[in-house]
């Protein structure tokens, strides 16, 4: 190691916010110093919506591609930006402990979910979203909107939007928690899979001692178990990272527990499903199995009941 770790980030506010953060406990960790490597990708350049130019994969890809070119050491991702199938040539170095997991309303006059008047304007892009605002309040409008976070808060601040559904999150690690009205629990706003952490992905060998020491330092192994099975119910149900699914799971006392929820687009029709598992201890071993085993029993027990005719696969939309 010659003492500089090249971090590939997406040059976006919130993406460069959350790789500095991390980065600066991998330095500390790894006693090294950090390079950090903007990527510019067609997510972020594209105002075309996510969908049509491939899912939220496309943040990832440009990033992937730098790492296996070696432009750089690590990638820190958002990891429900991650697509679920494995890499062969990469893998998940580390996953720290998540920020809040949950989506916030950012709105005008405070107004919360169940206070917006009649007819609000509520921009969001995601399909998970618009289906939970119209289970939520069938009575007001989802707005398409893309853009970086403060492009968002900004369409709120200038009367052209009542509302903007965002990530808690982001918000959190852009110093913008103020703007945030209504914090929804994921019991009843289940969010996507894996939003919240961050993914600090790396070349499959990295032949590379102080490294992969930094990572393990920056691991959170209950986060990984629990964005691991979220993110096995969204490749179990073989839908796109647009289709409206939401998964929570968490870990409190002995049990891991895993709700996931699919919903039809206009959010009328919801199915759920929730089970806990004992893991046997809490290794990470362990913590694997029991999500796996927990993702298993959600997967079925959705599908069982419909989820596929609520959920189709991308291509079909
Ligand atoms: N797809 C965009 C994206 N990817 C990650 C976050 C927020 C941060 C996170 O979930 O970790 C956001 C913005 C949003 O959904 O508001």
Known sequence: ????????????????AQ?????????????AEIELVPITT?????RASLASIG??????????????AGECDVVVHSLKDLPTAEHEGLRLGAVPKRADARDALCARDGFTIATLPEGARVGTGSPRRIAQLGAARPDVIAVDLRGNIDTRLGKVESGELDAVLLAAAGLGRLGRSDAVTDLLSLGDWPTAPGQGALAIE??????????ERALEAVDHTMTRATVLAERLVL?????????PIGATAFMEDELLFLSASVYSADG?????????????????????DAARDLAERVVAELLGNGAAD????????
């Open 1 to 16: 190691m010659t003492g500089v770790i090249r971090v590939g980030t997406r040059g976006s506010a919130l993406a460069m």
């Open 19 to 31: 790789t500095r953060q991390i980065s600066e406990r991998l330095a500390k960790a790894a006693k």
């Open 42 to 46: 067609q997510g972020d350049t594209s």
């Open 55 to 68: 899912g939220t994969g496309v943040f990832a890809a440009a990033l992937r591609e730098a790492l296996l």
């Open 202 to 211: 790396v070349r499959r060998e990295t032949g590379d001692r102080s490294l």
């Open 235 to 243: 490749a179990g149900l073989e839908a796109g990272c647009s289709a």
């Open 268 to 288: 009328a029709r919801r199915l759920v499903s929730s089970h806990a598992a004992t893991p046997d201890s809490r290794s990470a071993a362990d913590l694997a």
């Open 310 to 317: 609520l959920a189709p696969p991308e291509e079909s939309l």
